[in-house]
């Protein structure tokens, strides 16, 4: 089955302990990015990344980092959680040239 | 990409035809209409797209206007499991190294009813 999976998927958390949020999708999709989605704000992008080892910034990077060692797998890396990153993440991933793109399960994070 | 105008909520009965719409007329002519729908914190889910002409697929239809500049989504067969929050997107993403980047505005919150 075509799938986004994600780890945890829910966490709690307290400032500053650094933690890593997993992606991975079974689609050889070359691309693949996070969002996060907070009340009125709707989704925002994070990072994206085109294909292995390249990576680029959404709109709202600022504490957060990613990296693309593999096709398949996309890490969200969180090395000092603040409060103000208590969201909803969402990993996506796409072919290039398509149009469908899949969306993972969520992980809620609360940072205390 | 162009901004869309959907109406905040809906209601339709269950077994009815559910028909959102999306206005969008500033969309300019290489940008597609999408459709994502999102099922209470689950991960946006695609529908169905279009650039010009009407499409359908096993879930849904989608109409678009022969200027562009509106849409509608019809579920023709509404079912409590359609029960989510819709959006309308229009992008011109693709190959050669742009940004897949889906913008979500507010959407619309479908309820159907028994």
């Known amino acids: 089955e075509a799938q986004v999976t994600q780890n945890p998927r829910y966490l709690i958390t307290v400032t500053g302990k650094k933690l890593t949020v997993t992606c991975s999708q079974n689609?050889?999709?070359?691309?693949m990015s996070w969002y996060r989605q907070d009340p009125g704000l709707g989704l925002r992008q994070i990072y994206y990344?085109?294909?292995?080892?390249?990576?680029d910034k959404g709109d709202v990077p600022e504490g957060y980092k990613v990296s693309r060692k593999e096709k398949r797998n996309f890490p969200l890396i969180l090395e000092s959680p603040s409060p103000n990153q208590t969201s909803l993440y969402f990993c996506?991933?796409?072919?290039?040239?398509?149009?469908?793109?899949?969306f993972g399960p969520g992980t809620r994070l609360t940072v205390t | 990409d162009a901004k869309t105008t959907q109406p905040p909520s809906m209601d339709c009965a269950e077994g009815r035809a559910a028909n959102l719409p999306c206005n969008h007329s500033?969309?300019?002519?290489?940008?597609?209409v999408y459709w994502y729908r999102q099922i209470h914190s689950q991960g946006p889910q695609y529908i169905i797209h279009g650039l010009k002409n009407n499409e359908t697929n096993e879930m849904a239809s989608l109409i678009i206007t022969e200027d562009r500049k509106s849409s509608t989504l019809i579920l023709p067969h509404a079912t409590l499991r359609d029960t989510a929050v819709y959006y309308c997107i229009v992008t011109s993403f693709g190959s050669g190294g742009s940004n897949y980047k889906l913008t979500f505005g507010k959407g619309t919150l479908l309820t159907v009813n028994p």
């Open positions: 500033t969309i300019s002519g290489n940008e597609y």
């Open positions: 990344s085109m294909n292995v080892e390249v990576t």
């Open positions: 996506a991933s796409i072919a290039s040239g398509s149009y469908e793109q899949y």
């Open positions: 689609m050889n999709h070359e691309y």
